[in-house]
């Protein structure tokens, strides 16, 4: 099992940059593929990025793609999310996720606001 607790969220303007940060506790932290997934009141919640395990693979949505990049560090049982050139859309809670290839992510974390006023 994995407890994941997200942190860095914050207001911020646009253009500009914020890191959120994933840790996990638990055994085992290098098995699981890591994605981050963002959710605004009365929308269902969306991919953002995800990463596998060893970091050599990523994926991003089209919305952050170029703006947005998503690294894990094994060593710290961490995972990032840097996000530069924000805008006002992309306001939102930001979830980390944790699951085993090629299942479904079963393991979340509370979620930290990200607030970006223009």
């Known amino acids: 099992q994995v407890q994941l607790a997200e942190s860095g969220g914050g207001l911020v303007q646009a253009g500009d940059s914020l890191r959120l940060s994933c840790a996990a506790s638990?055994?085992?932290?290098?098995?699981?593929?890591m994605g981050w997934f963002r959710q605004t009141p009365g929308k269902e919640r969306e991919f953002v990025a995800r990463?596998?395990?060893?970091?050599?693979?990523?994926g991003y949505s089209d919305s952050v793609k170029g703006r947005f990049t998503i690294s894990r560090d094994n060593a710290k049982n961490t995972v990032y999310l840097q996000m530069n050139s924000l805008k006002p859309e992309d306001t939102a809670v930001y979830f980390c996720?944790?699951?085993?290839?090629?299942?479904?992510?079963?393991?979340w974390g509370q979620g930290t606001q990200v607030t970006v006023s223009s």
């Open positions: 638990g055994r085992s932290f290098s098995a699981y593929a």
């Open positions: 996720a944790a699951r085993i290839d090629p299942y479904e992510y079963v393991y």
């Open positions: 990463i596998n395990w060893s970091g050599s693979n990523t």
